[in-house]
């Protein structure tokens, strides 16, 4: 098999294998309901500006996938959440930090 032709097999792989594995930054977010349940689930260590611990917003809006990651699996000190928040109201809590 030719170089080009395994390249071009394996490219669907590594553009999977590169992407969001959650889900989450496919789902369009309420930035709204988002604010609600960053005041409930993260604010305490995040700060109401999202720039305490982690830097919340920041990690939002340079790598939104990486933060959907970590706030469903935990890093850490950082709690995974897979099990309290759906993936929509994960994306919503993006949405609201993109607002920050």
Do not use: F, W
Not at 31 to 57: D, E, F, K, W
Not at 88 to 94: E, H, K, P, T
């Amino acid at each position: 098999m030719s170089l080009l032709r395994r390249t071009l097999l394996a490219l669907p792989l590594v553009l999977v294998a590169c992407g969001d594995r959650t889900g989450v930054t496919a789902l369009a977010g309420n930035a709204p309901a988002g604010q609600a349940l960053y005041a409930t689930h993260c604010q305490s260590c995040h700060g109401a500006s999202g720039t305490g611990r982690a830097n919340a917003a920041g990690e939002a809006k340079s790598d939104p996938s990486e933060a959907a990651s970590v706030i469903l699996g935990g890093k850490e000190e950082m709690p995974a959440y897979a099990g309290t928040l759906t993936t929509q109201q994960v994306a919503d809590i993006l949405a609201y930090l993109q607002t920050l």
